[in-house]
Nanobody, 123 residues
Framework: QLHLAESGGGLVQAGGSLNLSCAAS????????MGWFRQAPGKEREFVAA????????DYADSVKGRFTISRDNAKNTVYLQMNSLKLEDTAVYYC????????????????WGQGTRVTVSS
């Protein structure tokens, strides 16, 4: 089982960028399909992006497609989320997690959630 820890959140102006990291412990990190989710106050946790173990296949929510990029470095046991052109509605706590099945976006398909990192986008 992986243990995950997110970092990189903060306060940024609209239009700015942040790069989130998710560091994983565990020797089989490369075997896992990984995802990023976010949860805004009063809202359900929603899918943001996911990446296959090899890093070749990626998936994005429509709301972030073209602005966010998910990547991974298996040598460093880390998944990244580069966020550009940030909008006010991107404000949320961002979580990374491990998928049980590839290609399923539901939060119920993911586990080993990290503690989250807060992203606040200001006008």
């Amino acid at each position: 089982q992986l243990h995950l820890a997110e970092s990189g959140g903060g306060l940024v102006q609209a239009g700015g960028s942040l790069n989130l990291s998710c560091a994983a412990s565990g020797r089989t990190f490369r075997d896992y399909y990984m995802g990023w989710f976010r949860q805004a106050p009063g809202k359900e946790r929603e899918f943001v992006a996911a990446i296959s173990g090899s890093g070749i296949n990626t998936d994005y929510a429509d709301s972030v497609k073209g602005r966010f990029t998910i990547s991974r470095d298996n040598a460093k046991n880390t998944v990244y989320l580069q966020m550009n052109s940030l909008k006010l509605e991107d404000t949320a706590v961002y979580y990374c997690a491990v998928a049980n099945y590839h290609g399923v976006r539901s939060a119920a398909n993911f586990g080993s959630w990290g503690q989250g990192t807060r992203v606040t986008v200001s006008s």
